[in-house]
């Protein structure tokens, strides 16, 4: 698995511009709902929130990678959305998030195992500090795609 085979242009936005953890989701959930990923938004929002409840998901360098394992999860998807400013997240180095990387997965053992997957795939790239400040820096969906192939 790649990450430019998961990866869709429909579900990366480079201009966010939110003051709030809630509104940066919301704006994503939404974004997952129109192009056919979820098919219930609050549905899917309670099941991140309860996630966000166990512990950080901000994982230093301003990127947090939220993820919900729902039943309302139609098809696997990765949404990457750049928020113009830094908004209060808990993490692991106490900043705050630019950009949000959320995980949508189903909640079958075959969900839980693509979302170990995607979260080693991500992980690793999301550890190089080349690809954070070419992600940092994106200001369209193709750089933000082309920031993973570092």
Avoid at 36 to 62: C, H, L, M, P, V
Avoid at 118 to 142: H, P, R
């Amino acid at each position: 698995m790649e990450i430019s085979e998961i990866l869709d242009k429909n579900i990366i936005e480079t201009n966010l511009n939110v003051a709030t953890k809630e509104e940066a989701i919301e704006h994503i959930v939404a974004s997952l709902k129109t192009n056919d990923y979820i098919s219930e938004e609050k549905a899917f929002a309670q099941d991140i929130y309860n996630r966000e409840k166990e512990g950080k998901t901000g994982i230093g360098n301003y990127i947090a990678i939220p993820h919900g394992k729902s039943s309302v999860v139609d098809k696997v998807g990765v949404a990457i959305f750049i928020n113009k400013q830094e908004i209060p997240w808990e993490s692991i180095d106490e900043h705050g998030v630019k950009v949000i990387v959320l995980f949508a997965v189903g909640d079958s053992n075959e969900g839980a195992e693509q979302h170990l997957k995607l979260l080693a795939l991500f992980a690793k790239k999301l550890g190089n500090e080349k690809v954070v400040q070419n992600l940092l820096a994106a200001n369209t969906a193709d750089e933000v795609i082309a920031s993973f192939a570092q």
